[in-house]
């Protein structure tokens, strides 16, 4: 029997198509995989930057009225795509140790819903879309270098900013295999107000 080159026998044919068959949803599940983790990773990244641009400008607010509102905007500012500002539940601003731990219960908690209107130190206000829950670092009894420090704050302050993140699947495929992502990131700096 004489079998020519190029040719394919219907049972060559239907062994690719089942070898196909095989190798696609591999194929898929690596390539949506690698999509995901690329979203995931991005927002990581974007809520990082965010929460360190919010505890520099916390730490140069110092005890200033309207500190927590900057803070806030600043984080609504700089999430970017995919990140998306929406998907932030819950901004703590808290009294830290030099390690960025939280010192006792001392937070004031922000969960994203409602609005809270902040009256700043050049006598301008703010509005954000958050809603003050828990208040035990209220702004005038942080210790910084500018204004000095009362009894229960002997050292300059740290300030640490943490923020609570669920992310969204991108994919419906991401959707099918897990549910969404809560993530948190903080940030400390010690209080130096500007000038």
């Known amino acids: 029997m004489i079998v020519r080159r190029g040719t394919t026998t ?20 690596l390539l949506f995989g690698l999509v995901e983790f690329g979203f995931v990773l991005s927002a990581s990244s974007s809520l990082n930057y965010a929460s360190r641009v919010a505890a520099l400008l916390a ?9 927590d509102c900057l803070v806030l905007q600043a984080i609504e500012r700089n999430l970017t795509p995919p990140a998306t ?79 609570t993140y669920t992310h969204q699947w991108v994919t419906s495929f991401g959707r099918y295999i897990a549910g969404a992502i809560t993530f948190q990131r903080s940030t400390a700096v010690r209080i130096e107000p500007t000038l």
């Open 10 to 29: 219907s049972s060559e044919s239907g062994q690719a198509l089942i070898e196909f068959a095989l190798v696609l949803p591999v194929f898929l599940l």
């Open 59 to 67: 730490a140069e607010g110092g005890r200033g009225a309207g500190t």
């Open 85 to 163: 500002p929406a998907r932030v539940s819950r901004v703590e601003i808290y009294w830290s140790d030099p390690n960025g731990d939280q010192v006792g219960s001392n937070a004031n908690v922000y969960d994203r819903g409602g609005s809270t209107t902040c009256v700043n130190s050049d006598g301008s206000s703010s509005t954000v879309p958050y809603t003050l829950s828990t208040n035990r670092y209220a702004e005038a009894e942080r210790c910084d270098v500018l204004a000095g420090c009362d009894s229960t704050h002997t050292t300059v302050d740290t300030v640490g900013v943490r923020i």
